[in-house]
């Protein structure tokens, strides 16, 4: 009985990792949408070695016409710094997830129009 036990909840955990590692992968040759957006920019914020500075779990994704605009806040704030909080944009191009732009940035007012 032990052993079926073990065989079952073995095969469940293989199966969860094999999933986890697949629903990374995007496909942008019929566009993005916007959790691929979110998806994307989370792997070029830790490419550009950006992922210790900002929160690569808490993204903010707004559609911005023919790009998506992913916003990550600082993990932390530097309340020694004049600019208090910052943030890391990522523009993604809708039609390719090609990346259109790539900043940190002080002001969340330019960020996002009301």
């Known amino acids: ?6 065989i079952i909840i073995g ?4 199966s969860g990792c094999a999933f986890v ?9 019929d566009g993005i949408n916007k959790p691929e957006a979110k998806v994307i920019a989370q792997k070029e ?4 070695g950006q992922d210790k500075v900002f929160a690569v779990s808490k993204p903010a994704v707004q559609d911005d016409g023919a790009n998506w ?14 600019k208090y909080f910052s943030y890391y944009v990522i523009e ?15 002001a969340l007012s330019d960020l996002f129009e009301e």
Request: avoid cysteine; aromatic fraction near 10%.
């Open 1 to 6: 009985m032990n052993k079926i036990f073990l």
């Open 11 to 14: 095969s469940f955990f293989v």
């Open 21 to 29: 590692g697949q629903s990374d992968q995007v496909a942008a040759n």
């Open 45 to 48: 914020l830790a490419r550009a």
């Open 69 to 82: 605009k992913v916003v990550f806040p600082a993990s932390s704030p530097n309340i020694f710094s004049d």
């Open 92 to 106: 993604l191009d809708k039609s390719s997830g090609k990346i259109a732009r790539s900043e940190t940035t002080e």
